[in-house]
Nanobody, 124 residues
């Protein structure tokens, strides 16, 4: 199975930026569609962003558009989430996920592998 590990979470102030990284212990990382999801306390896990195998196609949740950017470096088996203009409502545990499906799904059911999550806390 694919192992995913997220890095880069932390506590920041509103308006600050963070860059999350997700490293996959997978030789053929490029075969995976990669997504980012987040879960706030007491809430369901929600879609944030997704990127295609080649990195040429992306999709974002409305809450992330204009502020977050997903990217990947297949040579490093890594996917990133650049988060700018952070707001308190962005506070959540952020998870990266991998799918063997080439479709850019926005629902978690199609993702086969998940990281342990990294905490992002945004204070006002």
């Amino acid at each position: 199975q694919v192992q995913l590990r997220e890095f880069g979470g932390g506590s920041v102030r509103a308006g600050d930026s963070l860059r999350l990284s997700c490293v996959a212990s997978e030789q053929f990382f490029s075969i995976n569609t990669m997504g980012w999801f987040r879960q706030a306390p007491g809430k369901q896990r929600d879609f944030v962003a997704v990127i295609s195998r080649s990195g040429t196609a992306t999709n974002y949740a409305d809450s992330a558009k204009g502020r977050f950017t997903i990217s990947r470096d297949n040579a490093k088996n890594t996917v990133y989430l650049q988060m700018n203009g952070l707001k308190p409502e962005d506070t959540a545990v952020y998870y990266c996920a991998a799918s063997r499906d080439i479709v850019l799904h926005t629902t978690e059911g199609t993702y086969n592998y998940w990281g342990q999550g990294t905490q992002v806390t945004v204070s006002s």
